[in-house]
């Protein structure tokens, strides 16, 4: 592994101390200011909700590390990290990846049923970025990067790659998004995300990029917000709640019983794999 590659992955460890510095900032920010962007119960939840991803993903590690390595033994190409144009094609091949992974999370009920903790909070700030599902590795999601790795990045690089775009977006769930310009044009920026994270049925299943907004640009999944309408937060079907463990397994609850009712097997396959209920 290249020292560039070790001091990004030794790096992660200050993230959530950074993390929770920041969100204390903002919350005292928009105190000072009268602003209810944060309400601290649907706060201390969403904390509770990482931790539980961090821990759960730490033990799930090896569902991810043994395809990853395996298939990097098998690899097409060896692709060196020594170059600038080798580390642009990585981070495309990767903001690429994550908006197919993006999209299918909101497309296919199996990914959606963990991925809908992230949309459950009804305030978008900071502490949001955090609410994150449980189980992410056994759901399968790893899958998506696979194919960069067959074709010769190797596997760390296309971790780190991934962790330094959810750093990026972690930025973008400011409570009060800024207008950012010509940038809006390219990067997925705070205004784009908050249109993603909207309950508004004109901002369902939009701006599903990561770092970049030109993927949703060119396959018809942009949208800017409605200027006649208020934003509104949560999922729909999905009641607010401060229990954490309620808001984890509130999605697979319901597609289980999705599941469950569907008569036949056929029925039942596309309970799970086909679109959200």
Not at 42 to 65: C, H, P, R
Not at 191 to 211: E, I, K, M, P
Request: charged share 15%; proline share 6%.
């Amino acid at each position: 592994m290249s020292p560039l590659l070790s001091a990004l992955h030794e790096g992660r460890a200050l993230m959530p101390l950074v993390a929770v510095g920041l969100m204390l900032v903002e919350y005292l920010f928009h105190r000072l200011n009268r602003d209810d962007s944060y309400d601290l119960r649907e706060t201390a939840t969403s904390l509770v909700i990482a931790v539980g991803n961090k821990v759960i993903g730490f033990l799930t590690a090896g569902i991810v590390a043994v395809p990853m390595l395996f298939l990097y033994r098998h690899r097409l190409f060896d692709i060196p990290l020594d170059n600038a144009w080798s580390w642009l094609g990585l981070f495309l091949g990767v903001e690429f990846s994550y908006y197919v992974h993006h999209l299918a999370m909101h497309k296919v009920a199996w990914l959606w049923a963990s991925h809908a903790v992230h949309h459950s909070p009804t305030r978008l700030n900071l502490s949001a970025a955090v609410r994150l599902g449980w189980g992410g590795n056994i759901t399968g999601g790893f899958l998506f990067y696979l194919p960069l790795i067959v074709l010769g990045f190797h596997p760390m690089a296309v971790v780190v790659m991934l962790g330094l775009g959810l750093l990026y977006q972690f930025f973008l769930h400011v409570a009060h998004p800024p207008h950012l310009g010509p940038l809006e044009w390219v990067l997925n920026t705070p205004r784009h995300h908050q249109v993603h994270h909207a309950s508004n049925v004109a901002c369902l299943d939009r701006n599903f990029g990561a770092v970049l907004i030109v993927f949703d640009r060119l396959f018809g999944t942009f949208a800017t917000a409605p200027k006649d309408e208020t934003i509104r937060f949560g999922v729909a079907g999905m009641p607010p709640t401060a229990n954490p463990l309620r808001v984890v397994f509130g999605g697979w609850l319901k597609l289980l019983d999705a599941v469950y009712r569907a008569p036949g097997l056929a029925a039942k396959a596309r309970a799970m794999f086909g679109a959200p209920q």
